[in-house]
């Protein structure tokens, strides 16, 4: 006998401020759903949660959920008053005998119950609202965003609670890898309307594709019979008026069709340009170490970041990443050791806690109160890496639009937040990015964006992030922070650290550092040991094995850039563009052949060691 749905809604409407949300949407959750809410930022994917659970009220429509079926919402802003610590606020609405799920699931998103109310972060409550939920297993989880502020250990042990449960969820995340992993189904949020696919996220990218795609041709076919019709109305009305008369009120039918068409949001028209290059060496750590308060965040490390490189600091939370960074950065004196920066360094820095942004001010003001991009005697311009751009038409690149301008930033969503951040960032001409958890909050279709500028990017990338397939997708090397104050370097993203970690001895790992690549080199307080077997180096063999990863990666872009200046009027049209392409395409040609003449002198090394 076919179960009854946990949660049913029927011509859902909703409208904000005079802006409808939703018009007449339907959907059902199932007993064991384990679907992806998927939607671009600002389409209304946490309005239709909070609505799915019963906290907002739509305009009309009904929501159905059956007599004794519980519906659990993790509230990103969960209000916690009349509770003293963080363990008695998710243990509230538990039997006494079940105050121990409070405990395991403290353990595993790593956060002290005892912790007060008073003093907790955003991070510590929302992560004690999700073991709350986790703890209670209602039939149904509604989860907004639960990885953020989560480390990737943390997410990890979510993720294998998730796939175990029994429980039925519907989970909006920005974590590709996160998405792929827990769901079966897609409900995707697109201007209103919502698609249902029995496929989890993995083939959600083809599908919307394929959506757009007819789509675009449904409406070419549309301006073609209007065109066509048009045509006919201009070259006059002949004999049969009354019919005549039918095609056009039939013109002016098809007209209001493609009026009522809603036309899809582009990508943010996000743009880095990159300063005059850097000096080839960036960054140079000797020997640095640092504590605080008698707790070891650093011990003894080194390493050699130059000009190109994509280096991903990950670890858990607290145990040092953004120290690190600041002891790279000089923000921060380290206790022992140097750091050492090269020529020409112009940094900006995209900070995780926001602390750029002053709620309080408006999206205008805060662009054009921003000294740097101030315009002398222009109070509705800025300066846009060198050049004067109307505030409201900036701002309108990054999908803002007019009635947000004079809005406070404290209104925004926490992607509009980190929307907004880029814009400020990506002003001004740089040749080192600095990005301290860029990924949280932004949609899928400006993660992708981001990913293909920092590709783009002629300078050097430092980076801060716990989303597992944009680490892999961007990084070239990885700085593991292992506590106790181990720093371990490894060559690739998350993947590719992962692979090397789990190959060999994690006590042997954890105290010495590796080669990340060909222009990045890690000394450790220790040598290396040499691995009889093949001959090499624990560096080189690691080496070796990360070598043709690298190499597809540059064959990869080569074939790119050499797509990109097939074009024959590339040079007329973008000389400037051209000329990048060509330093870019040389430059990766010289990285190819060199990883190349190092892949066949390792392996020759190998073979002779064996």
């Known amino acids: 006998m076919a179960r009854a749905p946990l949660l049913q809604l029927s011509d859902i409407s909703l409208t904000f401020g005079g802006n409808p949300i939703f018009d007449k949407v339907s959907l059902v959750v199932q007993p064991g759903d384990r679907v992806a809410l998927v939607g671009r930022n600002g389409s209304g994917k946490s309005t239709l949660m909070k609505v799915m659970a019963g906290l907002v009220e739509a305009d009309s429509g009904h929501r159905t959920v059956p007599p004794g079926a519980s519906v659990g919402y993790m509230d990103q802003h969960p209000d916690m008053s009349g509770f003293s610590t963080l363990g008695e606020f998710a243990a509230s609405g538990l039997d006494a005998g079940e105050t121990y799920r409070v405990e395991m699931a403290a353990e595993g998103l790593k956060f002290k119950p005892d912790t007060p109310v008073a003093t907790a972060s955003g991070g510590e409550r929302r992560r004690a609202a999700l073991a709350k939920l986790m703890a209670e297993a209602p039939e ?11 480390d990737i250990e943390a997410i990890a042990w979510l993720e294998a609670e998730l796939k175990n449960t029994r429980t039925g969820f519907v989970l909006i995340s920005h974590d590709r890898a996160f998405l792929r992993e827990l769901t079966r189904a897609t409900l995707w949020i697109d201007r209103g309307v919502i698609r249902r696919q029995e496929k989890g996220f993995a083939d959600f990218e083809a599908w919307r594709d394929k959506v757009w795609e007819d789509e675009d041709q449904a409406r070419h076919k549309l301006n073609r019979k209007i065109k066509a019709e048009a045509r006919w109305a201009v070259e006059g009305i002949s004999a049969r008026r009354k019919r005549n008369q039918g095609r ?10 493609r009026a009522s068409q809603i036309k899809r949001q582009g990508a943010a028209a996000m743009d880095l340009a990159a300063a005059p290059k850097s000096g080839k060496r960036v960054i140079e750590a000797t020997e640095i170490s640092k504590s605080y308060e008698g707790n070891c965040i650093l011990r003894d490390f080194s390493i050699r970041i130059q000009r190109g490189e994509r280096v991903a600091f990950v670890g858990p939370n607290g145990v040092g990443k953004t120290t690190l960074l600041k002891l790279l950065m000089k923000e921060i004196e380290p206790d022992q050791g140097t750091v050492q920066h090269g020529t020409n360094l112009l940094p900006a820095v995209f900070d995780q806690s926001r602390a750029q942004l002053d709620p309080e001010m408006t999206l205008w003001d805060s662009l054009t109160g921003d000294k ?7 109070a509705d311009q800025v300066m846009v890496r060198g050049q004067p751009k109307h505030v409201v038409g900036y701002l309108k690149e990054f999908l803002f639009d007019e009635r947000q301008v004079r809005a406070p930033v404290k209104s925004l969503s926490g992607g509009e937040k980190a929307r907004l951040l880029l814009a400020k960032l990506m002003a001004r001409e740089s040749n080192l990015l600095v990005l301290d958890e860029p990924t949280n909050d932004l949609d899928i279709e400006t993660l992708d964006l981001l990913q293909e500028l920092l590709d783009d990017f002629d300078g050097t990338v430092l980076l801060v992030s716990h989303d597992r397939d944009f680490l892999d997708r961007v990084a070239t090397t990885t700085i593991a922070m292992e506590g106790d104050g181990r720093a371990t370097v490894y060559a690739g993203g998350w993947s590719d650290y992962r692979a090397q970690r789990g190959t060999d ?14 222009s990045a080199e890690a000394v450790s307080g220790e040598k290396p040991k040499q691995t009889k077997a093949s001959g090499l180096s624990f560096t080189e063999k690691h080496r070796l094995e990360a070598l043709p990863q690298d190499m597809q990666r540059l064959e990869a872009e080569i074939a790119k850039l050499e797509q990109l200046l097939a074009d024959p009027d590339l040079f007329t049209r973008e000389p400037v563009k051209f000329k990048k392409a060509t330093e870019a395409l040389t430059a990766r040609q010289t990285a190819l052949q060199e990883a190349e003449d190092e892949w066949l002198r390792l392996e020759e090394k190998a073979e002779k060691g064996a």
């Open 372 to 378: 740097d991009m101030r315009v002398s005697g222009q």
């Open 140 to 150: 149904l989880m509604l989860l907004d965003e639960p990885t953020n502020h989560l």
């Open 505 to 518: 001895n994690p006590d042997t790992i954890s105290k010495s550092t590796t080669s990340a690549s060909p």
């Open 248 to 257: 056009v009120r039939n013109l002016q039918d098809l007209r209001a069709e």
